[in-house]
Nanobody
Framework: QVQLVESGGGLVQPGGSLRLSCVASGFTFSSSYMRWYRQTPGKGRELVAGISTAGGITTYADSVKGRFAISRDNAKNTVYLQMNSLKPEDTAVYYC???????WGQGTQVTVSS
């Protein structure tokens, strides 16, 4: 089955941290550039971070630069998003995306609130 499954979302206080995981199956994960997006009802889907196939190149939205870190473990078919210093405006559903298959995960909810 070709799919991406996100996990790790939840409720966290402002200033806290979460680590999201996205496990891929059904395709050659190590050959795919991976991205994290997030979506809110009002703003739509926003690109958060991207990572090259071996992890050597990473990109970030200005809004998360310095706070979030994308990484991957190709042996585990997993891409991660470490989120630190979380702000209420980071609240969104976070989605994993594989460019190789133009494939989206189902999303995981992140809520940053006191």
């Amino acid at each position: 089955q070709v799919q991406l499954v996100e996990s790790g979302g939840g409720l966290v206080q402002p200033g806290g941290s979460l680590r999201l995981s996205c496990v891929a199956s059904g395709f050659t994960f190590s050959s795919s550039y991976m991205r994290w997006y997030r979506q809110t009802p009002g703003k739509g889907r926003e690109l958060v971070a991207g990572i090259s196939t071996a992890g050597g190149i990473t990109t970030y939205a200005d809004s998360v630069k310095g706070r979030f870190a994308i990484s991957r473990d190709n042996a585990k078919n997993t891409v991660y998003l470490q989120m630190n210093s979380l702000k209420p405006e980071d609240t969104a559903v976070y989605y994993c995306y594989a460019l190789l298959r133009t494939l989206w995960g189902q999303g995981t909810q992140v809520t940053v609130s006191s």
